[in-house]
């Protein structure tokens, strides 16, 4: 008898920190969606260079996510193509500034996305990372970005595609996650909220606490590291303070 096909979903939910609080925008200069329709997950990092010239950093991200997610709507999972999204998005943002981006689509079995920049995700099985996006980045902590005088489109996006199965938990994230927390680490976290069983915005608010806590702590980071081997940095110790963005994401049958 002939296997059968397996359709999967995700069930997500999300939990962000800001480096300071901002009435405007309480997930600072971070954005991100989740479209349960089209199941599609997005997350957005504006450049924090930009408020430097009186620019906020922010609007940008916002802008991108909000059009990213007026793409998806009405679309079932099978007809969203994760560079198009980034595509349609990028061409009706008209805020000043630039912002990395990571769109994310599940239909099937399998996991479609399009990655600019250092923002991305872990695909966490049975208590370890099965896939960890690569970042892009010119150099050290400056990441490939779209927008207003950046260099890069949407054509410069990573294409990944990941299969999946049922138990697997997409964790994606801002550099602000990434920068603080080894993937491992994150799958450790992940695997004790679902020994718990957490729901999905529980698990977020727990990765995303844990992240602030090593972006404020003395403990060796992917920052640290990066900044030793990368930037010859080695006097530098511990996380980056920065703007913290986490949806997770269970796959369920």
Request: proline fraction near 3%.
């Amino acid at each position: 008898m002939a296997k059968k096909f397996q359709t999967l979903k995700m069930e997500a939910g999300a939990y962000c920190i800001p480096k300071r609080v901002q009435a405007r925008r309480p997930s600072g200069e971070d954005a991100h969606f989740f479209c349960s329709a089209a199941q599609v997950i997005g997350v957005a990092d504006g450049v924090g260079g930009w408020s430097r010239k009186g620019i906020d950093a922010g609007k940008y991200a916002e802008e991108l996510m909000t059009y990213a997610a007026d793409a998806v709507e009405g679309k079932s999972p099978g007809e969203v193509n994760p560079r198009r999204v980034l595509e349609e998005a990028y061409l009706n943002a008209a805020a000043e500034g630039s912002s990395t981006a990571c769109i994310i689509a599940v239909a099937g079995r399998w996991l479609r996305a399009a990655n600019l920049g250092d923002s991305g995700f872990v695909v966490v099985r049975n208590g370890g990372v099965l896939y960890r996006s690569p970042a892009q980045q010119h150099y050290f902590n400056c990441p490939y970005q779209m927008g207003c005088a950046s260099g890069q489109s949407p054509d410069d996006a990573e294409e990944l595609v990941v299969a999946l199965r049922a138990g697997d938990v997409i964790v994606a994230g801002t550099d602000g996650l990434f920068d603080n927390m080894f993937a491992w680490e994150i799958a450790e976290l992940v695997s004790a909220c679902l020994r718990d069983e957490a729901a999905a915005e529980v698990t977020a608010n727990a990765v995303a606490t844990a992240a602030r806590r090593r972006s404020e702590g003395r403990e060796l980071t992917p920052f640290e590291l990066a900044a030793s081997i990368d930037a010859g940095l080695e006097s530098y110790i511990g996380g980056k303070i920065d703007d913290i963005t986490v949806v997770v994401a269970y796959i369920i049958e």
